[in-house]
């Protein structure tokens, strides 16, 4: 058997995997992407793609900054053809009680003194601008008009394709089911239909399938899946409706730029699967919570529902870091929150791997934390 | 006046063959993939339409008879159906 080489291997599609193996093969690295199947198939593509800045800890408010720096010009960047379906629309956070509330006061305290232009709304603001919100109940908002929406399959697509036009393989349909490790070193991976590839550095960014990777060459990784559901109406006319998140019961709704909105809500009683079957239960609580904060939408036909695993960590943060190991980088764990951390992610993924400085001190998301019972607690977390 | 040549496949998107043709050329031999690139089966049909005949353009391109091809997925509730009709029960 020949054995085949590369400088970096990335194992996984997401948008990390797509956004790292782009950077690696635009600097000259030689890097070769497998996923175990289309580009984006796993959490990345099924996500809601909300794109925010309203964190509440220093470390992941200065890489949601850099992503919504990249957002606005990055499909002029990648030139693929593919319409990335950037919008600023706006996000907002709705409370329901007074400790949720002061919260996000915090969060937009610190997120003004980093020149984040979010602003906390009083209800009968929030009436006056978006008449066709019934919010009954609500206290207050916090809302940053220049986050938005994304397309995560595209996203995801431009960036793998992209990345081939710089040099880079992407073998799709190509699942890895084991890393090599020689001497506490790394040393490649083994794909499914026995291929053997071998390079010195190996970044695991497969999500949720990122535990029982790690575990061939013994690292144990704090990652679980938790299944989450999505639905998507038929389009209607188009009126820029933010996403709005709703922290009494954990519902989220918003419009779509081709006029469809996109329903979502957390349920504690998901099962922790990769799976990704739907939920009978799901569209009847989702669509009964949505359509009381905008009854507009009573008539709206629902085409679509699915699902996709979260990448869970116990702190819902994810871990980047160099593990036990040698040359095997982890980046996964979002938690949730990962898709709009593509160009923030593949950023610091390249500059690890290249050797260079991170642009933003990664300590927070260091792997060892958990050992250490030091979490890494983020209060605006979904 | 449209175009003569529109020849369109995807009518929930309104995607013509050409198009469908270009990305198949490009590289993206699979349902699941184009649907992705270009929302064809993402409308209200599902692919109804443009699933059979984007399968035999994949065929074509490829050489794999059209039953080795994964045909990509039908999501619930497979046909619309009102939000408030689903919302109701739950009242």
């Given at each position: 058997?020949?054995?085949?080489?590369a400088?970096v291997?990335?194992v996984?599609?997401?948008?990390?995997?797509?956004?790292?193996?782009?950077?690696?093969?635009?600097?000259?690295?030689?890097?070769?992407?497998f996923?175990?199947?289309?580009?984006?198939s796993?959490?990345?593509?099924?996500?809601?793609?909300?794109?925010?800045?309203?964190?509440?800890?220093?470390?992941?408010?200065?890489?949601?900054?850099?992503?919504?720096?990249?957002?606005?010009?990055?499909?002029?960047?990648?030139?693929?053809?593919?319409?990335?379906?950037?919008?600023?629309w706006?996000?907002?956070?709705?409370?329901?009680?007074?400790?949720?509330?002061?919260?996000?006061?915090?969060?937009?305290?610190?997120?003004?003194?980093?020149?984040?232009?979010?602003v906390?709304?009083?209800?009968?603001?929030?009436?006056?601008?978006?008449?066709?919100?019934?919010?009954?109940?609500?206290?207050?908002?916090?809302?940053?008009?220049?986050?938005?929406?994304?397309?995560?399959?595209?996203?995801?697509?431009?960036?793998?394709?992209?990345?081939?036009?710089?040099?880079?393989?992407?073998?799709?349909?190509?699942?890895?089911?084991?890393?090599?490790?020689?001497?506490?070193?790394?040393?490649?991976?083994?794909?499914?239909?026995?291929?053997?590839?071998?390079?010195?550095?190996?970044?695991?960014?497969?999500?949720?399938?990122?535990?029982?990777?790690?575990?061939?060459?013994?690292?144990?990784?704090?990652?679980?899946?938790e299944?989450?559901?999505?639905?998507?109406?038929?389009?209607?006319?188009?009126?820029?409706?933010?996403?709005?998140?709703?922290?009494?019961?954990g519902?989220?709704?918003?419009?779509?730029?081709?006029?469809?909105?996109?329903?979502g809500?957390?349920?504690?009683?998901?099962?922790?699967?990769?799976?990704?079957?739907?939920?009978?239960?799901?569209?009847?609580?989702?669509?009964?919570?949505?359509?009381?904060?905008?009854?507009?939408?009573?008539?709206?036909?629902?085409?679509?529902?699915?699902?996709?695993?979260?990448?869970?960590?116990?702190?819902?943060?994810?871990?980047?870091?160099?593990?036990?190991?040698?040359?095997?980088?982890?980046?996964?764990?979002?938690?949730?929150?990962?898709?709009?951390?593509?160009?923030?992610?593949?950023?610091?993924?390249?500059?690890?791997?290249?050797?260079?400085?991170?642009?933003?001190?990664?300590?927070?998301?260091?792997?060892?934390?958990?050992?250490?019972?030091?979490?890494?607690?983020?209060?605006?977390?979904? | 006046?449209?175009?003569?040549?529109?020849?369109?496949?995807?009518?929930?998107?309104?995607?013509?063959?050409?198009?469908?043709?270009?990305?198949?050329?490009?590289?993206?031999?699979?349902?699941?993939?184009?649907?992705?690139?270009?929302?064809?089966?993402?409308?209200?049909?599902?692919?109804r339409?443009?699933?059979?005949?984007?399968?035999?353009?994949?065929?074509?391109?490829?050489?794999?008879?059209?039953?080795?091809?994964?045909?990509?997925?039908?999501?619930?509730?497979?046909?619309?159906?009102?939000?408030?009709?689903?919302?109701?029960?739950?009242?």
């Amino acid at each position: 058997m020949t054995i085949k080489t590369a400088d970096v291997i990335v194992v996984g599609g997401g948008v990390h995997g797509a956004s790292t193996t782009y950077e690696l093969a635009k600097a000259g690295v030689k890097v070769v992407l497998f996923e175990k199947e289309y580009l984006g198939s796993g959490g990345s593509g099924r996500s809601a793609a909300g794109l925010r800045q309203h964190f509440g800890t220093e470390t992941n408010l200065h890489m949601a900054k850099y992503n919504l720096q990249v957002f606005p010009t990055l499909e002029e960047e990648l030139d693929t053809g593919m319409s990335l379906e950037f919008t600023q629309w706006g996000y907002m956070w709705v409370a329901y009680a007074d400790s949720v509330l002061a919260q996000l006061q915090k969060n937009v305290d610190l997120q003004k003194s980093l020149d984040i232009p979010s602003v906390m709304m009083a209800p009968d603001e929030v009436k006056a601008r978006w008449p066709y919100l019934c919010m009954d109940g609500i206290i207050g908002v916090a809302f940053c008009g220049d986050d938005g929406h994304i397309n995560p399959q595209t996203l995801t697509l431009s960036y793998g394709h992209a990345a081939r036009r710089f040099g880079a393989t992407v073998k799709t349909y190509c699942p890895v089911v084991k890393l090599l490790a020689e001497n506490g070193k790394i040393k490649g991976v083994v794909t499914e239909d026995g291929e053997e590839w071998h390079a010195p550095k190996v970044l695991l960014s497969s999500g949720p399938w990122s535990t029982p990777l790690a575990a061939t060459v013994g690292v144990d990784l704090p990652v679980y899946p938790e299944r989450h559901n999505l639905l998507i109406t038929e389009p209607v006319e188009v009126f820029d409706c933010p996403m709005v998140l709703c922290l009494d019961d954990g519902a989220y709704f918003k419009q779509c730029p081709n006029g469809t909105f996109m329903f979502g809500r957390d349920d504690q009683d998901e099962p922790h699967t990769t799976e990704t079957t739907n939920s009978a239960k799901f569209l009847e609580g989702v669509t009964t919570s949505v359509l009381k904060r905008i009854p507009a939408l009573s008539g709206i036909r629902v085409v679509r529902q699915w699902s996709g695993p979260y990448d869970n960590t116990p702190d819902h943060n994810a871990i980047i870091d160099w593990t036990p190991v040698e040359g095997l980088l982890v980046n996964c764990g979002w938690s949730g929150h990962g898709l709009q951390f593509g160009p923030s992610g593949g950023r610091v993924c390249k500059e690890l791997l290249m050797g260079e400085k991170p642009f933003v001190d990664l300590y927070r998301f260091r792997l060892s934390r958990f050992a250490e019972n030091d979490l890494f607690f983020e209060p605006a977390f979904i | 006046m449209t175009d003569k040549k529109a020849n369109v496949i995807c009518r929930c998107e309104e995607i013509e063959i050409d198009e469908i043709r270009k990305w198949i050329d490009a590289g993206y031999t699979n349902f699941e993939e184009l649907k992705r690139i270009l929302r064809v089966g993402m409308g209200p049909c599902q692919g109804r339409g443009c699933r059979d005949i984007i399968l035999r353009e994949i065929s074509k391109s490829t050489g794999k008879p059209v039953a080795e091809l994964l045909p990509g997925v039908i999501r619930p509730p497979v046909k619309p159906v009102k939000a408030k009709l689903l919302a109701e029960d739950n009242e």
